[in-house]
């Protein structure tokens, strides 16, 4: 990722002391700071509120928590507990379990004295094969722009939440293909929701579009209907934080809406993730997928100041369902694919 001109991943290994240091996403887009992380329950913070977020990113970062945690307490027990602190910490994205059963399976058959080494040796390779599967589907994505660039001058995609950089450890699902056709010269341009109530499509996503220079609209959520009801969009490209093995998509609240307007206006609506975000266990993800409920004060107060009469009830659903229906493809590591398609890859 591109910060004022400097590559960085969202999360970085401080390998001499075995650490992690990762951008502390609660401070943008107003500061950049880096936070360093040397236990579990420094990982399991960062997780849970959220200074670090975006399915890839949870996963990885859980990773490098289980190197923690088996560091302390290399013991059978310990790696449990371990495990089962992180798995607690947000419930929807399924790359958590990933990133976790990846650590788990390369080092529960060691002696415990084994364990820490190959513990962080395997979160490292979990975070460079995801920032190899975001820049494999970056390419893929972008002959998919190319070949709808055919039909318009300027491109118009519409994003939601942030699935670049931030929420993966490098490129991105979502924006990945969009900064992949920026960087050769494809005239491109992306309607930001704002994404309430947390605002990562403008505090996020607008401030990594703004330091690759890829211009973009900040739009209020509401307003992304009638801009695909006028024409103003070629095509919608959003993250997911668990697919299911047909091709239901649990992404950011807000998705499913979208997914509506673009088929009642003939928009394609693509999905972007790796792999990792599938989950082959379930497969009507309306009905099996958890959905996290947050604090309602996400909703009744914006920067920390009511926008509600005081006691106002609010719900908070992080996370909508949009049916595989709705779905036009997949823009994977592996390929593109409808849902079809891509339920073929189910192991059973
Ligand atoms: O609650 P968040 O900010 O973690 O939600 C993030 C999203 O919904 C993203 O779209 C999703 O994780 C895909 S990230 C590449």
Excluded at 227 to 236: H, N, P, S
Aim: negative net charge; hydrophobic residues 45%.
């Amino acid at each position: 990722m591109n910060i004022a001109g400097t590559n960085h991943r969202a999360i970085e290994p401080i390998s001499s002391l075995q650490h992690v240091k990762i951008l502390d996403q609660t401070k943008l887009p107003h500061t950049v700071e880096w936070r360093v992380l040397t236990s579990i329950h420094d990982v399991a913070e960062a997780i849970s509120v959220m200074r670090v977020r975006g399915a890839p990113l949870i996963g990885a970062s859980a990773a490098f928590g289980l190197f923690f945690g088996v560091r302390d307490n290399a013991s059978d027990e310990g790696l449990q507990k371990a495990y089962d602190l992180l798995f607690a910490t947000r419930p929807t994205a399924v790359n958590l379990r990933w990133g976790l059963d990846r650590v788990r399976l390369a080092i529960e058959a060691l002696a415990p004295e084994q364990r820490a080494t190959a513990a962080w040796l395997e979160a490292c390779r979990v975070s460079d094969e995801d920032v190899a599967a975001n820049e494999a589907l970056g390419r893929n994505g972008l002959d998919l722009l190319r070949n709808l660039t055919r039909r318009t001058d300027r491109l118009e995609i519409m994003t939601h939440c942030n699935a670049g950089w931030l929420a993966t450890v490098d490129w991105g699902t979502a924006l990945a293909p969009i900064y992949k056709a920026h960087d050769s010269g494809v005239a491109i341009h992306v309607w930001v929701s704002e994404t309430r109530p947390r605002g990562q499509g403008s505090a996020l996503t607008c401030w990594e579009l703004k330091e690759h220079g890829v211009p973009h609209t900040l739009i209020a959520d509401n307003n992304a209907g009638h801009l695909l009801q006028r024409g103003l969009v070629d095509a919608c490209i959003v993250g997911a934080d668990r697919v299911s093995s047909r091709g239901d998509v649990a992404n950011k609240i807000g998705t499913y809406m979208k997914a509506l307007a673009a088929k009642a206006h003939d928009v394609p609506f693509f999905v972007a993730m790796p792999f990792s975000t599938i989950d082959w266990n379930v497969e009507d993800g309306i009905k099996d997928i958890p959905i996290e409920q947050r604090d309602a004060k996400e909703v009744t107060h914006l920067a920390g100041l009511p926008v509600a009469p005081v006691g106002t009830s609010a719900r908070n659903d992080a996370f909508d369902v949009t049916p595989s229906t709705l779905v036009t493809a997949f823009i994977t590591e592996r390929g593109v694919f409808t849902p079809k398609e891509l339920s073929t890859f189910c192991p059973w």
